[in-house]
């Protein structure tokens, strides 16, 4: 029986039907299902504003809200060395993914809870321990993805499923964030905890699907390492191509760490922060809608070349909110503040896929889950030390720290040139 899926596969990924491995097709479906339900959950429990918002709501602790965003990365991080060994030990990688989203989805059933049952300080602990599990769940589903995407989907097709994921997923978001807009969605506490539930049940929902995916079963490949720490991080040691993509990715992460400072810029007058919740959700999500997955196709081209031209218009775009924000003060309000947003958002989602296909594919398969591991370590704790920036803006003002942002994406894009063309491989 011929398989259904291939047609719209090759359309998808830009391929010919033929050069389709057997079972491929059906396995990119598998894929593109699985993130889009995740990366949706994901933009709905975003702790940067939709978390802070609910926090705020319930009346927790100024500090508890401030502890959201490195809760969250760095438990997403942080962990993934920990789990890289057993990834490799096992045979197959999609139950690390699949079980890390099961526990995703009934961490996010916890926070919504927490958020219709209690107030206050032990509402805002509550919802800080499910998200450091969410989060370290997340760690064990992203050390394991990368492997599983690569033994299952060959090059040069593996950018157009995570792209497309990325652009389905952000329109489904855009839609709340049209809804938000317009009204006809009460931005308070239960309908958000309703919403967060909803995401839960994606996660759970995702988790299902993914233990469909038809993996090759192989025994683990053995290592002639000692299980140490040391082992752990030999390739920083040995490979120099891992090196400068580390220090290519260190330097565009300003691309993730740039929206609160654009943020700061806008010359909004007296109305909350959050009366421009919904424009701003539109902005970043309808650049993800336009931008994912053009980036994902290019990526399957060339990595290295989507991380230069991130970085590129990255640095172009963080130059021109800084002069703006020292010559006029501001951005001019919401309508400008959306524009930065939208078209930073359109860099960030150029370096994220670009990051993500390059490690994928410059990985031999015994290694690729340890590379993920090594790399998101080092970037988390970037991502730690990126708290600097904002002492910077108290002191300096958030026009400045955007220069230098424009400075390190430069950077970025000038280190991703040194990259192997790893998809031509």
């Known amino acids: 029986m011929s398989d259904p899926y291939k047609a719209a596969f090759a359309k998808i990924t830009g391929t010919d039907v033929d050069d389709q491995h057997p079972g491929e097709a059906r396995n990119g479906m598998v894929h593109i299902v699985s993130l889009i339900l995740t990366k949706t959950a994901d933009a709905l429990i975003d702790p940067k504003l939709v978390l802070s918002w609910l926090l705020t709501a319930l009346a927790a602790p100024s500090a508890m809200v401030g502890m959201l965003v490195p809760v969250r990365e760095a438990g997403a991080l942080l962990p993934q060395l920990a789990f890289a060994r057993k990834v490799e030990a096992s045979p197959e990688r999609k139950r690390f993914w699949a079980l890390g989203s099961a526990v995703q989805g009934l961490a996010a059933l916890g926070i919504a809870a927490a958020a219709l049952l209690m107030t206050g300080t032990s509402a805002g602990g509550v919802i800080l321990v499910c998200l450091a599990v969410l989060a370290v ?68 929902l995702a988790s299902l699907i993914f233990m469909t995916l038809r993996e090759p079963h192989t025994p683990a490949t053995a290592t002639d390492d000692n299980g140490s720490l040391t082992a752990l991080i030999q390739p920083m040691v040995t490979d120099p191509q891992l090196r400068l993509f580390v220090a290519s990715r260190v330097a565009l992460a300003v691309t993730a760490l740039a929206p609160p400072f654009i943020i700061m810029l806008s010359a909004a007058s007296g109305r909350s922060a959050l009366d421009g919740l919904g424009p701003l959700v539109m902005a970043s999500t309808a650049a993800s809608v336009l931008a994912s997955y053009l ?131």
């Open 295 to 425: 980036w994902g196709r290019l990526s399957d081209q060339s990595s290295r070349q989507t991380l230069m031209a991130a970085g590129a218009l990255g640095s172009a775009v963080f130059a021109v909110i800084g002069i703006l924000g020292l010559v006029f003060g501001g951005l001019g309000g919401t309508v400008g503040t959306a524009a930065a947003i939208f078209a930073a958002q359109i860099a960030y989602e150029g370096v994220r896929a670009g990051r993500k296909l390059h490690l994928t594919d410059m990985a031999e398969d015994a290694f690729r889950a340890r590379y993920t591991a090594l790399s998101n370590t080092l970037i988390g704790l970037a991502l730690l030390g990126g708290g600097l920036f904002g002492l910077a803006a108290d002191r300096f003002g958030p026009a400045p720290v955007l220069l230098a942002f424009a400075v390190l994406a430069a950077l970025g894009a000038v280190l991703a040139r040194g990259l192997d063309e790893v998809q031509k491989t």
């Open 137 to 204: 769940a997340r760690a064990a589903s992203s050390v394991s993805y990368k492997d599983a995407l690569a033994r299952t989907i060959a090059k040069r097709r593996r950018g157009a499923i995570m792209g497309l994921a990325a652009s389905v997923a952000a329109f489904c978001v855009f839609g709340v964030g049209v809804v938000m807009s317009t009204g006809l969605f009460e931005v308070a506490v239960a309908p958000l905890a309703g919403i967060i539930a909803v995401a839960g049940a994606a996660f759970l």
